[in-house]
């Protein structure tokens, strides 16, 4: 039986993709989100170019609370350029996908857009908008801390898990 093959305009346009399961030990990182691809994704393997199936249907633009009035495009990152995340702090080189505010300089990674939140509607309220948004970014950025924190809490076996509960604790009824 022949494996699915697909053709993928906007990741990889030139070479068709074929279905492929990635073990739990694998190493690729998807092309689009740069997470490990574990179970059912795409490869091409004259390439070396692999994504998450689900990272396939990705917008190509998006809006988020944290960055209001403009939409951000998908794109890939030429030969040279880097850009950090606005949401995570990381960087990312050539050949990673960015959701991109040209007009703001403006970054999120596709896989931080969900912690980027979806954009709210604007309310009658004027600044109670702002106020209200600045302590959403502001939770926010302090989970994504809180997340670092916990990655290396596992290496120091567990020695700051009771101050980061009782952080996150603390964050959540905020």
Not at 12 to 17: A, F, M, V, Y
Not at 140 to 156: C, E, N, P, S, Y
């Amino acid at each position: 039986m022949a494996a699915a093959t697909i053709k993928s305009t906007l990741f990889h346009p030139e070479h068709p993709l074929k279905i492929y399961h990635y073990g739990e030990g694998s190493t690729y990182s998807c092309a689009a989100c740069e997470l490990r691809v574990t179970g059912t994704g795409y490869r091409c393997h004259g390439c070396n170019f692999n994504i998450h199936q689900a990272c396939l249907s990705l917008p190509v633009s998006i809006s988020v609370a944290c960055h209001p009035g403009h939409e951000l495009d998908l794109y890939r990152l030429n030969a040279g350029f880097s850009r950090r995340c606005d949401v995570c702090g990381v960087t990312s080189h050539a050949g990673a996908y960015m959701y991109i505010c040209a007009a703001c300089n403006y970054d999120v990674h596709p896989r931080c857009q969900s912690l980027a939140g979806a954009a709210q509607p604007p309310q009658a309220h004027g600044g109670r908008r702002h106020r209200g948004r600045a302590l959403q970014c502001a939770k926010i950025a302090l989970r994504v801390g809180i997340f670092g924190l916990k990655v290396a809490d596992i290496f120091t076996n567990g020695l700051m898990s009771p101050a980061l509960d009782a952080f996150e604790t603390m964050v959540d009824h905020i």
